[in-house]
């Protein structure tokens, strides 16, 4: 089994000091050459072992997180311990791309989100899951390892585009629209009427006690909600 690298790509030990290791230095140039060209971590991943390049000393194996981790090692810049392999200027550029590539992938756009939280799977009632491959393509499933998985990609473009449908649907039929009921109803009782009144005169009066009145109007807010009745079932669109 391969071991894992004690000190960073790049670099290995002589005397007792750390020092550049040239086959590895001129590697680390070439993964952020190919990188800012457009090469993709694997891409370049399979490039270092076409060229026989070692990640360890008893390994050729790449992969692209081994990559990834050359192009965001700050040590590369150099420091107190670590000779500079890399001008700075190009390493900022790697990672801006790399970050900016990350978050594009993980982006997800307002409408979306909003939809995200209320999308359910129909057969089971369990709720969908966005997920993105590794290409950044995204795709839908149920979360429920025991439900069906679909056999054509669900997208984003097809999510949204169903609900703009039924949304112009109901735009162009107000009819088809069942609002199953009121949400919430307040009937205020003989109690609450007798509190506001309680705290009008106060705050009518020339000396207000304004400790008083607020502690009044508090009450009052505590009467009043306790005159609201709320249907918790789920309201029928």
Same mark, same amino acid.
């Given at each position: 089994?391969?071991?894992?690298?004690?000190?960073?790509?790049?670099?290995?030990?002589?005397?007792?000091?750390? $020092? $550049?290791?040239?086959?590895?230095?001129? /590697?680390?140039?070439?993964?952020?050459?190919? +990188?800012?060209?457009? =090469?993709?971590?694997?891409?370049?991943?399979?490039?270092?072992?076409?060229?026989?390049?070692?990640?360890?000393?008893?390994?050729?194996?790449?992969?692209?997180?081994?990559?990834?981790?050359?192009?965001?090692? #700050?040590?590369?810049?150099?420091?107190?311990?670590?000779?500079?392999?890399?001008?700075?200027?190009?390493?900022?550029? /790697?990672?801006?791309?790399?970050?900016?590539?990350?978050?594009?992938?993980?982006?997800?756009?307002?409408?979306?989100?909003?939809?995200?939280?209320? $999308? +359910?799977?129909?057969?089971?009632?369990?709720?969908?899951?966005?997920?993105?491959?590794?290409?950044?393509?995204?795709?839908?499933?149920?979360?429920?390892?025991?439900?069906?998985?679909? #056999?054509?990609?669900?997208?984003?473009?097809?999510?949204?585009?169903?609900?703009?449908?039924?949304?112009?649907?109901?735009?162009?039929? =107000?009819?088809?629209? #069942?609002?199953?009921?009121?949400? =919430?109803?307040?009937?205020?009782?003989?109690?609450?009427?007798?509190?506001?009144?309680?705290?009008?005169?106060?705050?009518?009066?020339?000396?207000?006690?304004?400790?008083?009145?607020?502690?009044?109007?508090?009450?009052? /807010? #505590?009467?009043?909600?306790?005159?609201?009745?709320?249907?918790?079932?789920?309201?029928?669109?």
């Amino acid at each position: 089994m391969a071991r894992n690298r004690v000190i960073p790509f790049g670099y290995c030990m002589k005397n007792g000091e750390i $020092t $550049t290791e040239p086959k590895e230095v001129y /590697a680390v140039a070439e993964i952020f050459r190919e +990188y800012l060209n457009g =090469s993709s971590l694997l891409q370049i991943a399979k490039l270092m072992e076409s060229e026989n390049i070692r990640y360890t000393e008893d390994s050729d194996h790449w992969n692209k997180n081994m990559v990834k981790r050359i192009i965001e090692n #700050e040590k590369h810049l150099g420091t107190d311990k670590y000779p500079q392999i890399i001008d700075e200027d190009i390493f900022n550029q /790697a990672n801006e791309k790399r970050i900016r590539k990350a978050n594009t992938l993980n982006l997800v756009c307002d409408d979306l989100q909003e939809i995200r939280k209320v $999308t +359910y799977c129909l057969e089971c009632g369990e709720k969908l899951f966005r997920k993105t491959n590794g290409k950044g393509r995204e795709y839908w499933n149920c979360g429920n390892p025991d439900c069906f998985k679909y #056999e054509y990609r669900l997208t984003d473009q097809m999510i949204i585009g169903a609900v703009l449908t039924v949304l112009n649907t109901a735009i162009a039929n =107000s009819s088809l629209l #069942e609002y199953g009921g009121e949400i =919430s109803v307040y009937s205020p009782t003989v109690d609450v009427i007798r509190q506001q009144n309680e705290i009008n005169r106060m705050t009518d009066s020339a000396q207000i006690d304004f400790d008083r009145v607020k502690a009044e109007i508090f009450r009052l /807010a #505590e009467l009043k909600y306790d005159c609201c009745t709320y249907n918790d079932s789920p309201q029928k669109t």
